[in-house]
């Protein structure tokens, strides 16, 4: 025990006691903290050498932004949501629609089929015109050509001939079939009047049996067929359609030797030697034309 004084208080440790305590008890100093004491009467020495501070510089880090209101932070969390739910609507809108538009466009093409193949509408006055125009007329052009080619043999030319009134009464008769023409209905009549004039004349001509028969009709035929040709430009013009080609060549005729002409007959014959040919009645004229010259309109 330690010794005690005489009113029993503890002596304090030595210094040199406390001195080795504390020793113990605190950590080592780094040497580079420790300053030398200069001793008297000689000049402190200078460390020449600087002391290199180890530092690093510190890195700073972005962090993304982030929300830091409550609003914020719920808008981003129902956002998600939001969008699956969307998703979700849209999906269930096909689904429940898709018989429906399945079964609209079902009956669309059914309707379309029976109007198209099955019963389609009965055509308008302008497309039965064109129908008409378009069976009989290339036909009938290319008869008249023949007839243009054949003026020196009589009998290829009847047929030409013949072949020309078929096409002229065939497209007459179609559209004298048709009931109702509308706007063009006035023209369409002219074009039956005229039309049936025409035939009448050129079955004539088919019951020809000599050019000179034929020859004798040549003015006639010529102003039916100009008035032919001006009706059916009428009509188109009434059914706005597109222009109709250059009008046709006038029609030929065959080649014939001028007619004999009477011989006086000798004295005391009462008859001539010659005949004069049989000339056909004159046909009436046609409505649309005045004389052979006129041109249509």
Known sequence: ????????????????TRGRADAGSNPPLDESSKVETPI????????ETPAVKNETPAVKTETPD?????????????????RKKQHGTAYRWIVAYLPILALLFG???????????????PPTPAQQWAKIEAKWSPARETARQAVSANTLG??????????????TKGWVDEVKAVTEWGVGANEVTTFLSDGAQYVSLLQQVNAATTPNEVASMAATLVQWD????????????????????PAPPTLAFPSVNPTPTGTPAPSGSPAATGSPAATPSPAPTPTSVASPTSTPS
Do not use: C
């Open 154 to 167: 009589f009998a290829k030319q009847q047929a030409a001939y013949k072949d020309f009134y078929t096409q």
């Open 66 to 82: 982030e929300p830091h209101t409550r609003a914020e932070i719920r808008r981003a969390k129902a956002a998600p949501a939001r």
């Open 226 to 245: 100009q008035a032919f040709t001006a009706d059916v430009a009428a009509v188109r013009k009434d059914f706005a359609l597109t222009a109709a080609s």
């Open 1 to 16: 025990m330690s010794p005690q004084t005489r009113r029993g208080r503890a002596v304090p440790p030595s210094r040199k």
């Open 40 to 47: 008297k009467g000689q000049r402190p020495v200078k460390n």
């Open 107 to 121: 009956l669309l093409a059914v309707v379309w089929v029976y109007t198209s193949f099955i019963n389609p509408p």
